[in-house]
């Protein structure tokens, strides 16, 4: 087949990423071919034309203008494709072929890091990486859109079932030597229904996460001995590190989930007490503990109230530190009124400030963050002149004036 120069990039750039669809930028528009067209056709509903349509075998064509990417790139990835998009990285007024490469791959667990309304407002977007060793399993959660990133080690396959269960990951990346695994393929696709990637592990784990996080061992992060969580942080480092091809250096800090402080429910509890799901009204939304207690006004707090149902914390000095602050704003319920009313205006800033780190912020973002900022000083303005001296003294922990590692790496360039 005589292939012109744009179609060669095209199939080089797509045997890099075989198992995404390819935007590969023309001008004015992302043209897709082959079997691309095909999945764009049945999941945008947009024409399939054919690239040469007088040859033996026309090359079927599909394709959106460059300014309907908003558009159309959620509908594929909502769907559970990839989408690799390739730009134009040289000047196309110049004589020579215009030079294109994969700038980014856009998975369903990365798709918020795009713009605003591609955010899932309520819903946590985790990546979770598994690694196996001798019915032992690391395990690696990360949502790259609001800065958490959690591993631990587990004993068997059934707590690694439930805590799946409870995270309700958009994607799991397994090391490939568990692509034969049918007993966690079954539980994964058929259970969960989740999307499964196979990623080649890094042979120094360790080591990369030294790398990653300029430090000289890993006790600060409590990992220094759990290999087999390393294993799984660095599997998903490096998958992220290989999708968004760009610096991640604002992922500046890892924990330990460590179950001592929380009560340990199974999938069966929490089902059969409808935390998360009705089985009645068979919704996720309706009927649930989580829709009866949801008043909260910011994504933020939505995902934190989920993260506390299903991990119910049982050190009863936490509990009561927290009823005694609940208690506060009860009693005055004028400060509560006017500290939920404000709280709407607050944007999802966890997700502002990750596109800002990954330099792909646009002037709303920038104007939100404007707008919750100067929201959140109203609130702490607020507290502190009509709140009681307890909650005041919430008020009084004092920042620190230096940046952080995450901060610094927002404004290094």
Do not use: C
């Not at 607020?382 to 001296?389: A, F, M, N, T, W």
Request: no cysteine; proline share 3%; net charge neutral.
């Amino acid at each position: 087949m005589n292939l012109t120069p744009a179609m060669q990039q095209f199939y080089e750039l797509k045997e890099q990423n075989p198992d995404s669809i390819l935007f590969f930028r023309m001008w004015d528009f992302y043209e897709m071919f082959d079997e691309d067209a095909h999945i764009a056709h049945k999941v945008l509903g947009i024409n399939i034309t054919s690239r040469n349509k007088n040859a033996d075998k026309p090359q079927p064509l599909a394709w959106i203008p460059y300014h309907a990417k908003d558009k159309y790139l959620p509908q594929l990835v909502n769907a559970w494709y990839k989408v690799a998009i390739a730009e134009q990285v040289s000047d196309p007024n110049l004589k020579w072929i215009v030079k294109r490469e994969i700038v980014r791959v856009v998975t369903p667990s990365t798709l918020s890091l795009e713009w605003e309304t591609y955010k899932s407002n309520d819903i946590s977007n985790f990546i979770v990486a598994i690694i196996e060793s001798d019915w032992n399993y690391g395990i690696s959660l990360l949502d790259p859109s609001t800065w958490v990133w959690k591993t631990w080690e587990i004993v068997n396959f059934d707590l690694l079932a439930w805590e799946l269960y409870k995270i309700s990951p958009k994607e799991v990346i397994l090391e490939k030597k568990l692509f034969g695994d049918q007993k966690i393929k079954e539980v994964l696709q058929k259970k969960y229904s989740l999307n499964i990637y196979y990623f080649d592990a890094q042979k120094n784990p360790k080591e990369k996460l030294i790398k990653h996080f300029w430090v000289k061992n890993l006790e600060g992060f409590s990992l220094e001995k759990l290999t087999l969580a390393q294993k799984a942080s660095s599997l998903i480092l490096e998958y992220l590190e290989s999708t968004q091809k760009t610096d991640l250096s604002y992922l500046d800090s890892i924990g330990v989930i460590s179950f001592t402080n929380y009560m340990n429910l199974d999938e069966t509890t929490i089902r059969s007490l409808d935390l998360l799901y009705n089985m009645w009204s068979k919704s996720a939304t309706l009927w649930t503990v989580f829709w009866v207690l949801d008043e909260t006004k910011t994504s933020m707090w939505k995902r934190y109230l989920r993260e506390q149902i299903i991990r119910p914390l049982q050190n009863l000095e936490e509990i009561e530190k927290r009823h005694s602050i609940i208690e506060e704003f009860l009693k005055n319920s004028i400060l509560l009124d006017k500290v939920t009313l404000k709280l709407r205006e607050v944007s999802d800033l966890d997700n502002i400030l990750s596109r800002l780190a990954l330099w792909r912020a646009n002037p709303r973002d920038l104007l939100n963050l404007k707008r919750s900022l100067q929201t959140i000083l109203e609130v702490y303005e607020l507290i502190k002149s009509q709140g009681s001296e307890k909650l005041v003294r919430l008020l009084e922990v004092k920042p620190s004036l230096s940046l952080s590692q995450r901060e610094r790496s927002s404004f290094k360039k």
